[in-house]
């Protein structure tokens, strides 16, 4: 159970390398129960939002699992549109639907939908407010691209631990370059979501044709089943990155953990799929990020 390496934050926090996220296929639903088996396959990174409207079944998920609060690390984003002076009552109120005192992670959820009467520098200040209570243990961002990260790092004092993005083959050509600003500029550690992207919202194309060989050799090399979500995963571990994923499926769950046994990802894999990654850049959430921008 305790086979799930941590990563190291720039602020000395530690955070399970994996994350079993309650919003895409969970968003509304009632996902105690899916929670709770995650928590009994072994997970112990719960990744929550207020926009997916169901923190209050994620609290009742980790309840029900029993397992002590010690042992997870739980993170929810704020609502898109807040306000920066509404940072805190909306943090108490997702404290207070999950059943805790803290959170280990609160991620500004986008930059796409800036509060009328604020900005983010504004917003970011309250983050730190929440920070500075303990309301958070650690605080983020999310969905950052390289302007937005200058704009938060110009006021910062706490510099974000985490910039979670749809981070997969197919975006790497553009989030790459905002994962390499933030490792460069205060060890913004990158967590990804839609990391499996390729295989069944992109299914047969370039990245898939490059994947599919390394399976089959990885698991020769290996003599134990390797997976194409192995592959993908490493991908994202190996580039220093963090994987929230979600499944319904207890053998999917199980099957993902056990990423942290299969084999390593050579150099030349990872540039086989990033160079596979460039031929098709294609995103599945948020749309195209300009059409948001005011
Ligand atoms: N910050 C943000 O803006 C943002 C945006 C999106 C998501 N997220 C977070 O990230 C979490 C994960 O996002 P995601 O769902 O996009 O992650 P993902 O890891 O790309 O996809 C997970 C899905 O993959 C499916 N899957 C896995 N292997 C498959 C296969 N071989 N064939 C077909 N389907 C397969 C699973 O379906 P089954 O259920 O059938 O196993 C599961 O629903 C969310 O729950 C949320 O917490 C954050």
Redesign the pocket.
């Known amino acids: 159970m305790s086979t799930i390496p941590t990563i190291k934050l720039n602020d000395g926090n530690a955070v399970p390398a994996i994350?079993f996220?309650?919003?895409?296929?969970?968003f509304g639903q009632d996902c105690a129960s899916s929670v709770q088996l995650a928590i009994d396959c072994g997970f112990t990174h719960l990744?929550?939002?207020q926009v997916?409207g169901n923190e209050a079944f994620l609290g009742e998920g980790i309840k029900r699992s029993g397992k002590a609060r010690s042992e997870l690390f739980i993170v929810t984003?704020l609502q898109p549109g807040t306000k920066p002076r509404e940072v805190r009552a909306s943090l108490v109120e997702s404290l207070r639907k999950l059943g805790l005192d803290f959170v280990d992670l609160f991620?500004i959820?986008?930059p796409l939908m800036k509060p009328e009467d604020g900005t983010l520098q504004e917003l970011w200040k309250a983050m730190e407010a929440v920070h500075a209570e303990g309301l958070a243990k650690s605080i983020g961002v999310?969905?950052f691209m390289i302007d937005d990260l200058k704009a938060v790092l110009s006021v910062a004092k706490v510099v974000p631990s985490v910039n979670?993005m749809?981070l997969?083959p197919y975006t790497w050509k553009d989030a790459g370059l905002a994962v390499e600003y933030g490792l460069a500029n205060g060890g913004i550690t990158p967590a990804s979501?839609?990391?499996?992207?390729s295989?069944?919202r992109a299914a047969g194309g370039p990245v898939d044709q490059v994947v599919t060989p390394m399976v089959e050799r990885l698991s020769k090399e290996y003599g134990k089943s390797v997976t194409?979500?192995h592959v993908l995963f490493k991908w994202i571990l190996q580039k220093g990155g963090i994987v929230?994923?979600?499944?319904?499926?207890e053998e999917?769950l199980k099957e993902y953990l056990e990423t942290f046994q299969a084999p390593d990802l050579t150099a030349e894999d990872i540039r086989a799929i990033d160079q596979a990654g460039t031929e098709k850049s294609e995103r599945?959430?948020?749309g195209n990020p300009d059409k948001f921008r005011k």
């Open positions: 994350a996220g309650t919003g895409s296929k969970l990744d929550g939002a997916y984003k991620l959820h986008s999310s969905n979670q749809e997969h979501y839609g990391g499996l992207s295989i069944f194409p979500a929230v994923t979600t499944s319904s499926k999917r599945f959430y948020w």
